[in-house]
């Protein structure tokens, strides 16, 4: 059984530039949930998508925006992209919104 | 809101030491409480869970006991080795809000 994988694993990206992350689900999972890790930090929610659908966001701005797709793998876009966006992203997959959260590898963003 | 509490870090300790890294939760409701580990320049792993009160979680000779009363799934290990030197993060979940995290306390063992 495949576990979450995420990619790229390394990103640099210059300020106001756009960025899009990947996250493959586990399989059977048709829930993904995005993380935003700070250097130092625990885990911040981002959003969560649930059968192609959003199912809740953090108290993030609107330039972070997601999608999934029919095959429950999702992206995370960043525009304009700010210096405080540089961070660990982390993809978390689970069997439905409920149920425990597996995590992948995580990209690392640097925004220069 | 909903929120964890971690010891702070870091922690060192020899290796065999026994180890405790307290958790406080603050929650509406009954959440489940996990406990995940990251490795250096890894992704979160599950450690351990508990989604009820006194339940017990336990994987890799670590545990910790869901206690409703203190509102409290603090983690401890009999005896560390240096392969447990990681991050370790505290987190609820109620409900639909999301997985809230800890700070993460950072635990570093020696030989």
């Known amino acids: 059984e495949t576990g979450v994988t995420q990619s790229p694993t390394h990103l640099i990206k210059t300020r106001g530039q756009q960025v899009t992350l990947r996250c493959s689900s586990q399989?059977?999972?048709?829930?993904v949930s995005w993380y935003q890790q700070a250097l130092g930090q625990g885990p911040q929610f981002i959003f969560q998508?649930?059968?192609?659908?959003?199912?809740g966001r953090g108290n993030f701005p609107p330039r972070f925006s997601g999608l999934q797709f029919p095959n429950y793998s999702s992206e995370l876009n960043v525009n304009a992209l700010e210096l405080d966006d540089s961070a660990l992203y982390l993809c978390?997959?689970?069997?439905?919104?409920?149920?425990?959260?597996?995590f992948g590898p995580g990209t690392r963003l640097l925004v220069l | 809101g909903d929120s964890v509490t971690q010891m702070e870090g870091p922690v060192t300790l020899s290796e065999e030491a026994f180890l405790t890294i307290n958790c406080t939760y603050t929650?509406?409701?009954?959440?489940?409480l996990f406990w995940y580990v990251q490795y250096p320049g890894e992704g979160l792993q599950l450690l351990l869970k508990?989604?009820?009160?006194?339940d017990k979680g336990s994987n890799k000779g670590f545990e910790a006991t869901y206690r409703k009363e203190t509102t409290s799934f603090h983690l401890e290990k009999g005896s560390v080795q240096v392969s447990d030197s990681a991050v370790y993060f505290c987190?609820?979940?109620?409900?639909?809000?999301?997985?809230?995290f800890g700070k993460g306390t950072r635990l570093s063992v020696i030989a």
């Open positions: 978390a997959s689970s069997l439905d919104p409920r149920e425990t959260q597996y």
């Open positions: 399989s059977g999972h048709n829930t």
């Open positions: 998508y649930y059968r192609e659908e959003e199912n």
């Open positions: 929650a509406t409701g009954y959440p489940s």
């Open positions: 508990a989604t009820k009160a006194d």
């Open positions: 987190a609820r979940y109620s409900g639909n809000t999301p997985l809230v």
